[in-house]
């Protein structure tokens, strides 16, 4: 069975979104888009941010992926639910240093701030990298302690 990986925008992030699940699903993942469905100027990334924080936050699935326009928004909301680690990463040195050392298992893309292009090589980066561990683990532990 291939992995659920939990996917939403705001207006500002939705064409990049779109690209997002495309992408997911070429690799073989199974994206779950939690929307929006449409282009609606009038959307607000709480709204779509909860959702898939809240998958990831109750083991529903592994991994989510956010994208708003600088990404901020998105990371702030995610951040507030248990276990979760969210990074806004803007280049995939960020995406790979997010895994690597933060364990991060919410991404979060500033779809103003990033080509199409770049989007997806930050995606790459961060599904390809691996935690750590080591002393890394000692600090993830903290964030919940
Ligand atoms: C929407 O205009 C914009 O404020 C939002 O996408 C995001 O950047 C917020 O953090």
Known sequence: ???QIYVGADHAGFQLKQKLVDE???LG????DVGPKTMD???DYPDYGRP???AVSEGKAARGVLTCGTGLGMTYIANRFP???AAVAWTPEIAELARKHNDANVLVLPSRFVSE???MEILHAWLDTAFE???HERRIAKIDA
Do not use: C, K, N, T
């Not at 993942?29 to 779950?32: I, L, M, R």
């Open 52 to 54: 898939v924080a809240a």
């Open 41 to 43: 100027p009038a959307d």
């Open 1 to 3: 069975m291939s992995e």
């Open 29 to 32: 993942y199974e994206p779950v």
């Open 83 to 85: 276990h979760v680690r």
């Open 133 to 135: 561990g080591g002393r």
């Open 24 to 26: 997911l699903q070429r």
């Open 117 to 119: 292009e770049e989007g």
